[in-house]
């Protein structure tokens, strides 16, 4: 069966710092990945998403970036991070025909 | 583009009280749509589905019916309990990418 685990699963960063979130993946080949967060009191947002190695779509533009150096693998990053980057982080895949499977994501706080 | 619109929460019930969580959306074509919910300090999971008009999504005594005529799909149940406390999301995907879009989220709590 498929599993996503996400690191680390809580941060606290200072804003102006650097952060790196991976997700990886387990029970599937070429799966699609998606990056969304979760601000405080609101719904997802789809901040990135990738059908392959290398291939990333952005949805938004923001302070964020996202790489996928392995099919398994799904890297959200930043150079300098801004108070408005806090929120939590779920990285999910296509399960069945347009269904989503999530992780248990991360929960970044900027200070 | 394509949006989903839950009602506004949160939403408090005593334990055995009948649920109704209204979601209506606005796409293009013929979305499959879901109901997510997120426990506390977790991701999301899927409760239930519906792919095509008139389909009955079902879950956990959680029900929600494709309605075209309405672009509705309401998510209710007979009697919810204490352990159903969390957040509800509707979404829709209307893609081969298998994008979502999501609710804003409803907040259910109950009180025993």
């Known amino acids: 069966s498929q599993t996503i685990h996400q690191w680390p699963a809580t941060l606290v960063q200072p804003v102006g710092s650097p952060l790196s979130l991976e997700c990886t993946v387990e029970g599937t080949s070429n799966p699609n990945l998606y990056w969304y967060r979760q601000a405080a009191g609101r719904g997802l947002q789809l901040l990135f998403y990738s059908v392959g190695i290398g291939q990333i779509s952005s949805e938004v533009p923001q302070n964020l970036s996202a790489s996928r150096p392995q099919d398994r693998q799904f890297i959200l990053s930043s150079k300098k991070l801004l108070l408005s980057d806090s929120g939590f982080y779920l990285c999910?895949?296509?399960?069945?025909?347009?269904?989503?499977?999530f992780g248990p994501g991360t929960r970044l706080t900027v200070l | 583009g394509d949006s989903v619109t839950q009602m506004e929460g949160p939403v408090t019930l005593s334990e055995e009280a009948f649920l109704t969580i209204n979601c209506t959306y606005t796409a293009t074509g013929y979305p499959s749509l879901f109901w997510y919910v997120q426990y506390p300090g977790e991701g999301l999971q899927l409760l239930l589905k519906a792919t095509k008009a008139d389909d009955k999504g079902s879950n956990k005594g959680f029900e929600a019916t494709y309605r075209k005529e309405t672009t509705s799909f309401h998510l209710e149940k007979g009697s919810v309990q204490v352990s159903d406390s969390a957040v509800y999301f509707c979404?829709?995907?209307?893609?081969?990418?298998?994008?979502?879009?999501f609710g804003d989220g409803t907040t259910l709590t109950v009180k025993p």
């Open positions: 999910a895949l296509k399960g069945g025909p347009n269904e989503q499977f």
């Open positions: 979404a829709l995907a209307n893609t081969n990418a298998g994008k979502s879009t």
